[in-house]
């Protein structure tokens, strides 16, 4: 980390960042969560996109952590997937510009590219690597962080 990252990185701790952690898999949810609450930030939980909007207009996170992959919605209402969700979520006035972390079993190229194109900032395989992750995370706030 060179001076200027550590700078930024010194200025977005000043501050308590919030995460919106969008996944359908409660036990991602529980060791995600529990991962960034220890690093000190303030997690919110969304198990499907209904919830990922609602929480996106009432906390206004920091980022957005994103799966890919949702089940099919039993009660005849659309096909939800992550990129769908991201959509909804650039459409949303207070997450226009939140970055977008999406993360998913599919790593594959296609899916890495796919998730670029549609505009997350990065991409984060599952098993989640916490490291891999905390630092994904700290470069996207540094990236929106005010003079950045």
Not at 6 to 26: E, P, S, T
Not at 45 to 55: P, Q, T
Request: with cysteine.
């Amino acid at each position: 980390m060179d001076r200027a990252e550590r700078h930024c990185w010194a200025k977005v701790r000043m501050n308590k960042k919030k995460i919106l952690i969008v996944d359908d898999d409660a036990v991602i949810l529980k060791a995600v969560s529990m991962k960034l609450s220890g690093a000190g930030y303030d997690v919110l939980l969304a198990e499907d996109g209904a919830a990922a909007v609602k929480a996106a207009r009432q906390a206004r996170p920091d980022v957005i952590l994103l799966d890919i992959t949702f089940p099919p919605d039993m009660g005849g209402g659309p096909a939800w997937d992550g990129f769908l969700i991201l959509g909804w979520l650039r459409r949303v006035e207070e997450a226009k510009t939140t970055p977008v972390i999406m993360i998913s079993q599919d790593n594959g190229p296609e899916a890495q590219k796919r998730a670029a194109d549609a505009g997350a900032v990065d991409f984060c395989p599952k098993p989640i690597e916490p490291q891999r992750l905390l630092r994904a995370i700290e470069q996207a706030l540094c990236a929106t962080a005010p003079g950045a």
